[in-house]
């Protein structure tokens, strides 16, 4: 073990410097991003639905997505569009 000029161990200091913590030099998992996101409902029967998790999301997804939904509960989408304050 070398000394440095303050008189501790070169060591010692980088194990201080770093927390203790030794540096990883292999790159972290990746972290997996959903591709949809599940929606379920029990009130009035059950209904699922899956919304992609990107945007911009396509217009036939989401008119799909917008008649699904109403329809599931007996309404029409400009009543599901009002009650959601859209």
């Known amino acids: 073990m ?10 010692g200091d980088l194990k201080t410097a770093n927390n203790g913590l030794t540096p990883s030099l ?7 991003i ?15 639905e899956a919304v992609p998790n990107h945007q911009p999301i396509k217009i ?6 917008l008649k699904s939904i109403p329809a599931h509960h007996t309404l ?9 304050g859209l």
């Open 76 to 84: 029409s989408v400009e009543e599901l569009v009002r009650k959601l």
């Open 34 to 48: 959903p591709v949809a996101i599940a929606f379920t409902t029990q009130l009035d029967g059950e209904h699922y």
């Open 60 to 65: 036939g997804t989401r008119s799909s997505i």
């Open 26 to 32: 292999s790159p972290p998992d990746p972290v997996a």
């Open 2 to 11: 070398t000394q440095n000029s303050a008189g501790g161990d070169e060591q």
